[in-house]
C-alpha cells in the first residue's frame, strides 16, 4: 500500500482565495483525521471521520473551514475564505481502529 | 490547555546514550501513544500502552505508564543519530481524543 496520499505537498495563495486539501486513505482504514500543526500551537486535530460520517469536528476553527469525506477513498479539507493565519501544515491520518494512526506526509499552506 | 506535555522540550545526547523524554497528562485516558516527526515529514506511530498496561517494549524502545501520576516516559536505549527527530506523546480518553503533546526535540550527536 502506498499509505496515506495527501495532496498538493505544498500550497501557496492570496488571502481569501479557496483553498482545497486532499487526502486518500489507506485502503480498509475506517477513521480518518485532519490535523494542523504549527510552531505556535503544536499539533491539533480539527476534525475525524468514521465510516465517512464527521465524529468530532470540535476543533475546526471557525466556519471558514469544512471537511467532507464523500467516500471511504477520499476526503478533502476546505479553507474559504484563507487568512494569513492559516498557514500551517496541514495532516491528513487514517486508522483501522482509531488508535494507532498512520500520517500522510502533510501539505505546508502558505497564505500570503 | 494540553492534554499531554512532553519533558524536556529539547534533548541533546551523545550517540550510544540512553534518552529518556516524559509525558504528562491530566485526565482520565484509554490508551497513550508515542509518535516520531522526522523534520518536514509526517509523524509515525512507536508504541501504543493501554490504561491498564504499565510497561511496553518494542525493539530499543520501552514506554512505561502511571495512571495514578498521569505520565508517561520514552527511553531510547544506544541511541543512534538517525534517532534525531521529535517525539510527541498522544493522549484518547475522556472527553478528548486524540490530543498530542508539544513534543520533544531530541538531537543525538555523532
Known amino acids: 500500500d502506498a499509505g496515506v496520499i495527501q495532496s498538493p505537498r505544498h500550497e501557496v495563495t492570496e488571502m481569501g482565495q479557496e483553498v482545497t486539501l486532499r487526502c486518500k486513505p489507506i485502503?480498509?482504514?475506517?477513521?480518518l483525521f485532519w490535523y494542523r500543526q504549527t510552531m505556535m500551537r503544536g499539533l491539533e486535530l480539527l476534525i475525524y471521520?468514521?465510516?465517512?460520517?464527521?465524529?468530532?469536528d470540535s476543533g475546526m476553527p471557525e466556519d471558514r473551514f469544512s471537511a467532507k469525506m464523500p467516500n471511504a477513498s477520499f476526503s478533502t479539507l476546505k479553507i474559504q475564505p484563507s487568512e494569513p493565519r492559516d498557514s500551517a501544515v496541514y495532516f491528513c491520518?487514517?486508522?483501522?481502529?482509531?488508535?494507532?494512526?498512520?500520517f500522510g506526509p502533510g501539505t505546508r499552506l502558505t497564505v500570503l | 490547555s494540553q492534554q499531554g506535555e512532553e519533558d524536556p522540550q529539547a534533548l541533546s545526547i551523545q550517540e550510544g546514550e540512553n534518552a529518556t523524554m516524559n509525558c504528562s497528562y491530566k485526565?482520565?485516558?484509554?490508551?497513550l501513544q508515542w509518535y516520531r516527526q522526522n523534520s518536514g515529514r509526517g509523524l509515525v506511530h512507536l508504541i501504543l500502552?493501554?490504561?491498564?498496561?504499565r510497561e511496553k517494549h518494542s525493539g530499543r524502545l520501552r514506554v512505561t505508564l502511571d495512571t495514578s501520576k498521569k505520565s508517561s516516559s520514552l527511553l531510547i536505549t544506544a541511541s543512534r543519530a538517525a534517532d534525531t527527530a521529535s517525539y510527541f506523546c498522544?493522549?484518547?480518553?475522556?472527553?478528548?481524543?486524540?490530543?498530542f503533546g508539544p513534543g520533544t526535540r531530541l538531537s543525538v550527536l555523532p
Open positions: 491520518a487514517t486508522s483501522p481502529s482509531a488508535d494507532t494512526q498512520y
Open positions: 485502503s480498509g482504514h475506517d477513521y
Open positions: 471521520f468514521n465510516n465517512n460520517v464527521p465524529i468530532d
Open positions: 485526565t482520565s485516558i484509554n490508551n
Open positions: 500502552i493501554r490504561s491498564n498496561e
Open positions: 498522544a493522549t484518547d480518553g475522556e472527553g478528548q481524543n486524540f490530543v
